[in-house]
């Protein structure tokens, strides 16, 4: 028997899942690790070994893949440790990079944050000048040759950066995406002095138009790449030592997996690695309920995450921001705040309760932890509500201190604020809901789609004690709590249900439409990238499928929307077909009538996503069905628990979850305690335990 795994490590625990296929799936969690994170996916991966009854050698030589989700280069980007980066650019061209297009001031600012101008600030630079270099080379738009490369200006320069001391080198020259031939050869020149060098090309990682972008994009690649690497050779090695066969793989940001040996090179694709697993495990478990549209929401120690799927597909964006700087790389379009289960409950200058981004995150954790930790968190808080039991998570090996809980809401929120220890905690808990909604909203609302038409999937550690909270406001009126074997590893879940996704883009602006043959040269070319991408992954694949897109814009208009390009043979009405498309979406997102096609519209880069299948069953198994409704047989314990600041502190029944059955029927208010998680049934809920052994939520 075979099997398949997947790990997802965050910033507070490391979740995994192994499947064999044949509808068995144990989970597990451990504490992450940091800064030797590999230590904590080993220990996932023994608790995995132990629920299947056998040893890690054996589990290793049995799996055909491991599918990681890595907060690497994320963490790597946002807290600045990341490589000595060189930036070699065309002549006149270096400054792109400082200048930032004029919106540096404003990139992934909030409406709120844009209007306060005299608070923009620009970020600092991704490098400094000094080790940003240039040399004489020019292509035209057309990606004709106007000014040779100088290779021995091209020389001094590379010799100057490795004379620096940098790691890696990023090379972004002009009009390259149309011609990458002279960048190629700025690489070798680099690899004729310095061999070993990581150096990443814009032709190769981001072949968009649009030079700021493109240059910030290549800058962090090389910035995260070498740390990505030392990183995943190591891991690698000690998998394949302890008996591994199969593959590495890493999560992408746009919902997929690359190999290890190859996700350095484009290490900026695994940015959003974590944020993508969840959005895959609810397409797969959506999949097997019969959902179309689906909210996906994820609690875990410190961030809250929401996606969207609709029409069984996860809802995509063209890039990201980090930092203030762009990152062109495909991305499972998720939103996110700093408002997790270990998220920092404070008062601020003006008596304001808040509620992160700060975090606990592992180490030292929330207070009633008994690790160290002093201020108080979201944790602590439904811990005094009676959410949480003393015993705790992990199934009793992670038992919770009520005594330090207390006196840390009582120091630093109850006193400030002039509330008791109960009252805080009920305001922390209502700001954590309050929170999530305001996310939720412009997830879903702000796009364009109405909240009643979905159903939404509730994980993560926390997730399922604010699910029903969070989601009553928006007006959704079924809330799925996964649980069954993957509980609170959902995103685990995620990763080992995914496939391989690679995509090829180009950029060549012109009017649309355009004639059906352009059409045709352009996505034969990215269909054959394609090809030889999936080529060099060395995995069988069960099946590929390709899916084709375009970013389309009315002239004079800074944003696309990637339209979907029909699935056939191209014909002289394609273009009109595909005109269609990005106008019915465009009036979607901005109200009927905005669409004006007189102004005229701009095709700007054309991509190809591919999507290879690695053959593994990770359906999630059907669970026994009880005899009738009542779930007596699953009762726990009642103990007093506060769920709403009207109502107070009330007896609430709590029911074991390895109890439940398919079939089985709580009204709220309600607690189920699951080893990795506690769910909260507020009243007038009702959670009923459906096949697969989620607790599905709604309204009674």
Known sequence: MSYALGIDVGGTFTDAVASDGAGRIVSAKTPTTPPHREIGVMRAIEDLAGELGIGVGELLSRTDYIAHGTTASINALVQGAVADVGLIATKGHRDSIYIMNAEGRTLGRSAHEIQDTLRQRKPAPLIPKHRALEVTERIDHAGEVLVPLDEDEVRGVAQSLVDQGVEAIAVCLLWSFKNGAHEQRVRELIHEIAPDMYVTLSSEVSPRIREFARTSTTIMNAQVGPRLRQYLTPLQKQLEEGGLKG?????????????????????????????????????????????????????????????????????????????????????????TIGSGGGALASVDAGGNLRLGPQSAEAVPGPACYGNGGTRPTNTDANLVLGILSERGLLGGRKPLRMDLAREAIREHVAEPLGLTVEEAAIAIHEVQNAQAGDLLRQAVVQAGYDPRDFVAYAFGGAGPAHCAGYCQDLGVGEVVVPLGPVASAFSAYGLAASDIVLSAELSDPSSFPVDHTVLESHYARLDADLQRALDRQKVKFHDVTLQREIDLRYSMQVNELATAIPDTDFTERTGEEILQRFEEQYERINGPGAGYREAGVQAITYRVRAKAGLGFPVALPDIARADGPDPAEAFLEERSVCLDSQTGFVPTPVYDYARLRAGHEIAGPAIVDVPTTVVVVPAGVTGRVDRLGNLVLSHQ
């Open 247 to 335: 593959p590495l793989l890493v999560m992408q940001s746009e919902g997929g997996t690359i190999t290890a040996d190859r996700a350095p090179e484009h290490a900026i694709t695994t940015v959003g690695s974590v944020l993508s697993g969840g959005v895959i495990g609810g397409m797969r478990m959506a999949e097997q309920l019969g959902h179309r549209n689906v909210i996906t929401t994820d609690v875990g120690g410190t961030t809250f995450l929401a996606g969207l799927i609709v029409d069984g597909e996860p809802v995509m964006a063209p890039g990201s921001i980090v930092n203030q700087f762009p990152i062109n790389a495909a991305t499972i379009r998720v939103h």
